[in-house]
């Protein structure tokens, strides 16, 4: 059965980095990729990126570029997702989710499997 | 950057009823990218709906999606208590709606 299992909570302070894990199993790990979808307390899903674990394109939002950047290592079936120069209002819960393609499109058709979430705290 | 509106915020309906929700993207969508997701309190996302319209694996086919261009539904027939969450519709595998938060009347 596919799993997606997250590294566990982390809290940062202003400016410093994070560096989440998602780690894939239960398929084959180059015939999809991964999405990063996070959520502020209270609040709606806020997309910020996708990478192909088959070519290691990427995808990223806009508001985002330059702070993320997304990762695979597909000899331990893992992604990864860092942000840099967190913010308070990077406080939030982090998914991994698996993304699919169909016929070579250059956009995922959606994510139809998600790790359990990882909560960044971004606090002084 | 398309924009998508869910309509209504916020939907009350009881068992049994039918639940219809609005999504509309501020400029055309190709059908082949839109999806449909479930959220409940503390869960993660669930796919219902890929491609507009085709069910993801193990949806009851009470979830219905149609649509096409800006204008798009998701249709549960007959709720079930279990169908009481948040539905987010999303694009090109990318941005989101704000959500539309369906509760018991």
């Known amino acids: 059965q596919v799993q997606l299992v997250q590294s566990g909570a982390e809290v940062k302070k202003p400016g410093a980095s994070v560096k989440v894990s998602c780690k894939a199993s239960g398929y084959t790990f180059t015939f999809y990729g991964f999405s990063w979808v996070r959520q502020a307390p209270g609040q709606g899903l806020e997309w910020m990126g996708w990478?192909?674990?088959?070519?290691?394109?990427?995808n990223y939002a806009q508001k985002l570029q330059g702070r993320v950047t997304m990762t695979t290592d597909t000899s331990t079936s893992t992604a990864y997702m860092e942000l840099t120069s967190l913010r308070s209002d990077d406080t939030a819960v982090y998914y991994c989710?698996?993304?699919?393609?169909?016929?070579?499109?250059?956009?995922?058709?959606?994510?139809?499997?998600w790790g359990q979430g990882t909560l960044v705290t971004v606090s002084s | 950057e398309i924009v998508l509106t869910q309509s209504p915020g916020t939907l009350s309906l009881s068992p049994g009823e039918r639940a219809t929700l609005s999504c509309r993207a501020s400029q055309s969508v190709s059908s082949s990218y839109l999806a449909w997701y479930q959220q409940k309190p503390g869960q993660a996302p669930r796919l219902l709906i890929y491609g507009a319209s085709s069910r993801a694996t193990g949806i009851p086919d009470r979830f219905s999606g149609s649509g096409s261009g800006t204008d798009f539904t998701l249709t549960i027939s007959r709720l079930e208590p279990e169908d009481f969450a948040v539905y987010y519709c999303q694009q090109y595998g990318s941005y989101f709606g704000q959500g539309t938060k369906l509760e018991i009347k």
């Open positions: 990478i192909s674990a088959y070519n290691g394109n990427t």
């Open positions: 989710a698996r993304a699919f393609w169909s016929r070579g499109d250059y956009h995922p058709n959606g994510f139809d499997y």
